[in-house]
């Protein structure tokens, strides 16, 4: 073996994972852990994430597509007027 698999091998993360799985002493206990929670996640704590509406709508407008930022300058939407208006003056500068 070379020198590179010797330490993918102790440090991948599936072989140390699988080294460190308990083997339930009965069926019948491995049974209940399967029904209440898979051994990856049982002892994981969990975080619970709220993102602000004001987030949610800046990440809506960070993926827009340049079609529908148009559009929506076309129906009146100031913000996308002036991202238009500063596209349009990044683009008379740069030439």
């Known amino acids: ?4 698999a010797d330490v993918t091998k102790l440090v991948s993360p599936t072989a140390s994972a699988a080294q460190s799985q308990t083997v339930p002493a009965s069926a019948n ?12 996640t049982a002892n994981i704590p969990q975080d619970t994430v709220n993102i ?5 709508a800046a990440q809506v ?4 597509t340049p ?13 996308a007027q002036r991202l238009l208006a ?3 003056a990044a683009r008379r500068t740069h030439k």
Request: no cysteine.
């Open 1 to 4: 073996m070379t020198a590179i």
């Open 29 to 40: 206990s491995s049974q209940k852990l399967a029904a209440s929670q898979s051994p990856s």
């Open 52 to 56: 602000s509406t004001g987030a949610k």
């Open 61 to 64: 407008e960070a993926v827009e």
């Open 67 to 79: 079609v529908q930022t148009a559009k929506e300058a076309r129906s009146g939407d100031l913000q």
């Open 86 to 88: 500063r596209e349009a």
